[in-house]
């Protein structure tokens, strides 16, 4: 059949008397090579941000997915409600309202349908804006993006309040996103930081926010790159990301961050203590804190130490090798020779471009990371699998089957059914 008899068949005014006036800015309607028409029915697929499109060519009917082409298409799916609570919540963010970037964090971080797809929309408005004054820079990124981690006891909390404070009296606006873990048994969170941090929690350039990590491997939550997106939409040009230090959060960490810093405790052992964790090779700062009183001496001795050890390592970057410095945050000691160290980290990877290329790269890291999240979602929601996961969770539980042979019948029922 021909495309002029698919034409006869189908004709284009049938299929356009059927949709609403209201869905019809949702279509994609585009000329591709061979085609006849092209109409698209809009689709409820990852939070309607896909239609499905029907093309008619010479060899017959195709059907697949597009994405709409601007975000005012998606505004137009929400309410006059949501609509005004998007604007109030962009415009105030863009203006560096401590208020609506709180209640934007808060959107992005909710689990409520709706409350994603509103949030989502924010993003992409957020994410333009970002777009053209990352342009209006001359293409250079807007803000320095460090992440923290150390074992429980390394000063985490008083490091950052005592750099932070340095950084304000500079001129910087500070955010810092403190990660707490939440309790595995009540689901809690204690979300403590920000008390301890009350010099800083006071100053008008300083902006914290805690979040729980609601179970997520690797101690930061799910929305924790989003969040930093909208702290650098209300113009904080320096982001703290602060992670719980169980060990696997240094690798989750390290793929949302331009810097990551590791903080170590004077008292933590000897240098083969971080290669077997493999924690110190994905550090490009070393910071020994505590380094005052009595601990001055072995503090010294831990930083020779890790010194010698980061030689053995391979390095991650042509123009950057990994330092060790020492620190007081209760003396002041070394925090302002910290920063000089971070400031020609950023300069030389943007010269060289390592820093562009990272940030690109852990776009795509992230993007996989939520889509394996939402998929193990999905999978546990699954009609075919739903009923069946907590009976053979009992039969691995008593000996019955094997771990790997209930996954695989799990696997086998959710393939057959999908």
């Not at 059949?1 to 299929?15: D, E, K, V």
């Not at 005012?72 to 949501?82: F, G, H, N, P, R």
Request: charged share 25%; aromatic share 6%.
């Amino acid at each position: 059949m021909n495309a002029s008899s698919l034409l006869l068949r189908f004709p284009p005014y049938r299929f356009l008397k059927t949709i609403r006036k209201s869905s019809l800015n949702s279509f994609c309607l585009r000329s591709l090579p061979g085609s006849a028409f092209l109409y698209g029915q809009q689709a409820d697929l990852l939070q309607s941000s896909f239609v499905r499109q029907l093309m008619v060519s010479s060899k017959g009917l195709k059907t697949g997915w597009c994405c709409p082409a601007t975000t005012e298409q998606q505004m137009l799916e929400l309410s006059a409600k949501d609509q005004r609570l998007l604007d109030k919540l962009y415009n105030g963010l863009i203006c560096g309202h401590r208020a609506c970037l709180a209640e934007a964090i808060t959107l992005v971080e909710s689990t409520h349908s709706r409350k994603k797809e509103i949030a989502q929309v924010l993003l992409q408005k957020v994410l333009s804006y970002h777009r053209e004054q990352e342009q209006l820079n001359k293409g250079k990124p807007l803000a320095f993006r460090v992440g923290l981690s150390g074992p429980p006891g390394a000063g985490k909390s008083t490091f950052i309040e005592c750099f932070g404070k340095m950084l304000t009296e500079r001129g910087r606006k500070v955010s810092v996103l403190a990660v707490d873990p939440s309790s595995s048994t009540s689901g809690g969170s204690l979300l403590g930081d920000k008390t301890r941090m009350t010099e800083l929690s006071r100053d008008m350039n300083a902006y914290i926010r805690p979040s729980p990590t609601r179970g997520t491997l690797g101690g930061v939550t799910r929305t924790t790159n989003e969040v930093i997106l909208l702290c650098e939409g209300a113009g904080y040009d320096i982001v703290l990301v602060e992670t719980v230090g169980v060990g696997q959060s240094e690798f989750a960490v390290a793929d949302m961050v331009d810097m990551f810093v590791l903080l170590l405790p004077p008292a933590g052992g000897d240098e083969l203590q971080g290669i077997k964790r493999g924690i110190i090779e994905m550090a490009d700062l070393v910071v020994v804190t505590k380094a005052d009183g009595d601990l001055v001496v072995p503090a010294r001795r831990i930083q020779a130490e890790y010194i010698s050890a980061l030689k053995l390592l391979r390095k991650r970057s042509k123009v950057w090798s990994p330092k060790v410095m020492r620190i007081s945050a209760r003396t002041g000691e070394g925090i302002s020779d910290m920063w000089d160290k971070m400031t020609e980290f950023r300069d030389l990877m943007l010269v060289s471009g390592e820093l562009i290329t990272k940030r690109r790269r852990q776009q795509k890291v992230w993007m996989w990371n939520v889509i394996q999240e939402n998929m193990l979602d999905h999978f546990r929601s699954h009609l075919a699998v739903r009923d069946q996961i907590p009976l053979l969770e009992e039969k691995v539980v008593s000996g019955i089957l094997s771990p790997g042979l209930a996954a695989d019948l799990l696997l086998k029922a959710f393939k057959g059914r999908s």
